[in-house]
């Protein structure tokens, strides 16, 4: 045990001011944990949550057909607006992943989260949302084309050869973009707009978290874990106010930051022993949260007096430092909170020998759990526009969970002036 200030340590007005802050716990795993690290990665396995060696040559392929895809479409932008020859040859385009195929924790039939940066005259309006979707409309390889340009993260979503896509577009104060382009240098962002921003930094947070923790296998197989049994508990969803990829990984990594020599088994175990006690809203952090003079909004309760409301802040650690959970509401939280504490009795039982890894993913009886359900049917002309009206529906689902926060604490305070 090393440290005395515990996992709560940093706060809205006092955040910590190291790469590695507050470890609590630097021992390593004994052997009756190595075993039962052995049987948790079985069980995943067995759980057939890692791709075939096929499927991820196939998207090694579509990546390389992407990246010469738009190489070819900022060529052909370049030419017609009458660059030189040489400009047309320098002409370039790159692409990134982010997500969990960055971050190493894919599974099967996931799709890829990826973003185009290209130079400062080819544009996200009509370069990307007109020209290279009309590109990509005539491709036979390419199926189920949907732009979402009014999206808070612009993006094209569609599949090729079969895989999922959701590409960005970012284009960056230079004329020609390196093929080498470090992503994570903060001159990326100078000279661009928030959208922008927002768009590149899918990608600089997951740099960040890869290059923040101890061990980056036990964080990837610790993060496997905790976001299948997210899914299987009914609270692996950003747009319905639950947490999504980035913020489980940001969880996941804090607590590899706290036990830096813990192997998966351990970690998982302390993932649910330190969220039953984070004093929320404290915020999860994984390094100090910097400012720039580049100027953008970062997370600071103490200047912004809408962070203040935040219920559940995790905290992205690439500048501009933001919180990735404002989604999350009081009843969501509560729910969070539930399943913590439901995850934390499983895994005391586990490291009693006295249940299997098994039990702790057992699926959340959702049909069985409440009394009453409020179901949402859409309905659109064709398949086209049932996606787009889909995709908004499910985007407005979180202001119907805020409402009925609001008129349950409306109802509380009533009755408590009743009293």
């Known amino acids: 045990m090393a440290g005395s200030e515990g996992?709560?340590?940093?706060?809205?007005?006092?955040?910590?001011?190291k790469k590695y802050d507050t470890t609590i716990f630097l021992s390593g795993p004994t052997q009756s944990d190595l075993q039962r690290n052995a049987e948790l990665e079985k069980f995943l396995i067995d759980s057939r949550l890692y791709e075939s060696t096929d499927e991820a040559a196939k998207r090694v392929e579509v990546l390389g057909r992407i990246d010469r895809i738009v190489k070819d479409w900022v060529k052909q932008l370049t030419s017609q607006r009458g660059y030189t020859d040489q400009m047309v040859e320098d002409a370039n385009a790159v692409i990134f992943t982010f997500g969990s195929y960055c971050l190493g924790v894919h599974g099967p039939g996931a799709d890829i989260d990826t973003l185009c940066?290209?130079?400062?005259?080819?544009?996200?309006?009509?370069?990307?949302?007109?020209?290279?979707?009309?590109?990509?409309?005539?491709?036979?390889?390419?199926?189920?084309?949907q732009p979402v340009p009014d999206a808070h993260v612009p993006v094209m979503k569609f599949k090729l050869r079969g895989i999922s896509i959701d590409l960005l577009y970012a284009s960056i104060s230079l004329l020609v973009v390196p093929e080498d382009l470090d992503i994570s240098h903060e001159s990326v962002l100078f000279d661009v707009d928030e959208q922008t921003v927002r768009s590149l930094n899918g990608c600089r947070v997951a740099d960040q978290i890869l290059k923040l923790v101890p061990n980056v296998e036990h964080f990837r197989t610790t993060l496997r874990c905790l976001k299948f049994w997210a899914k299987r508990r009914g609270v692996y969803s950003n747009v319905t106010g639950f947490l999504g990829g980035v913020n489980w990984a940001i969880l996941v990594a804090r607590i590899c930051q706290l036990y830096p020599n813990a192997i998966p088994s351990m970690l998982v175990s302390r993932f649910f022993r330190v969220y039953t006690q984070w004093r929320w809203p404290n915020p999860v952090t994984l390094c100090s949260i910097e400012e720039n003079e580049l100027g953008f909004p970062t997370w600071d309760p103490r200047k912004n007096p809408r962070d203040r409301f935040h219920h559940m802040p995790i905290i992205t650690p690439a500048y501009p430092c933001m919180n990735s959970s404002y989604n999350v509401s009081i009843s969501t939280l509560r729910v969070m909170t539930e399943q913590f504490h439901h995850g934390n009795r499983i895994c005391e039982e586990i490291e009693l020998n006295k249940t299997q890894w098994s039990a702790l993913f057992e699926p959340y009886l959702f049909f069985e759990a409440y009394k009453n359900y409020l179901q949402v049917d859409i309905v659109a002309a064709d398949s086209d526009d049932l996606l787009a009206w889909k995709g908004w529906v499910e985007s407005r689902f979180r202001q119907l969970t805020l409402k009925g926060d609001e008129d349950e604490e409306e109802e509380k305070g009533g009755w408590d002036a009743g009293e």
């Open 7 to 17: 996992p709560n340590a940093s706060s809205p007005t006092q955040q910590p001011s």
């Open 117 to 145: 940066v290209g130079p400062s005259y080819v544009n996200r309006e009509e370069d990307f949302f007109i020209i290279l979707h009309d590109m990509l409309a005539e491709m036979e390889e390419v199926t189920e084309l």
